[in-house]
């Protein structure tokens, strides 16, 4: 989809990366973060470790041990490879995967840092009164974490649209496929195509910002915002 001199191609498949990642991230990271908050075991901040180990490593060093653990006779590539039987590698499940895992810690953090601001005896009543540990973080841990939802939501969304390392590691850059917005401005820049590269660049700068604000407003609705 190529529209004057810029090819749109790669932001669509930003856009699908940065949206299938967020809806399954959301999903995946609340009970982590809610056995993070509230779990009494005590090797926990090991997990919170591994979690959060994204944030300090450099993405080239964590795309070269995804691409170890996905290549096809890797311990991830060899499961998927028998499911599949498709490599893992330089596909957009690949590069799906390698996002989960990237985006991990900007899911976890905002929930974790809501559900520690809830009143532990809310959650003790709501057990008394029948309801199972499954029910409470459903009714009563989730509802009032709602600002901590929708900050993991925006942090991981724009995270994944500005993805370039990791992506380029496990997926190159095959267009359609896996060339995503990041890796076409660096090769437009690259090629010394500036101006395409400048009109790429000012399209992601301004996605991000509308996300931003879109969520800014809703959190105003939602009373998280002033």
């Known amino acids: 989809m190529a529209i004057g001199e810029v090819d749109w191609t790669p932001f669509c498949l930003s856009g699908k990366l940065a949206i299938m990642t967020t809806a399954i991230l959301l999903i995946l990271a609340a009970p982590l973060a809610y056995f993070l908050t509230f779990s009494r075991f005590r090797a926990k901040f090991l997990c919170s470790a591994a979690i959060n180990l994204p944030l300090v490593l450099p993405p080239t060093v964590l795309g070269f041990y995804l691409l170890i653990v996905m290549k096809p006779d890797g311990f991830i590539g060899s499961i998927w490879g028998w499911f599949s039987n498709a490599s893992l590698l330089f596909s957009f499940s690949g590069i799906l995967f390698a996002s989960l895992i990237y985006s991990l810690p900007f899911a976890v953090t905002p929930m974790q840092t809501a559900f520690a601001k809830i009143d532990i005896r809310h959650i003790e009543s709501a057990k008394v009164l029948g309801l199972s540990s499954t029910a409470a973080f459903f009714r009563v841990v989730l509802p009032n974490s709602l600002n901590g939802i929708f900050a993991a939501a925006i942090l991981i969304f724009v995270h994944t649209l500005g993805e370039f390392g990791v992506i380029l590691m ?10 995503v917005s ?45």
């Open 170 to 179: 496990v997926g190159g850059s095959i267009p359609g496929r896996t060339k």
């Open 182 to 226: 990041s890796i076409a401005i660096y090769e437009a820049v690259e090629a010394l195509r500036y101006k395409e590269a400048g009109i790429m660049s000012l399209a992601l700068l301004l996605i991000c910002y509308v996300v931003l604000i879109t969520i800014n407003l809703l959190n105003r609705k939602n009373g998280y915002g002033t």
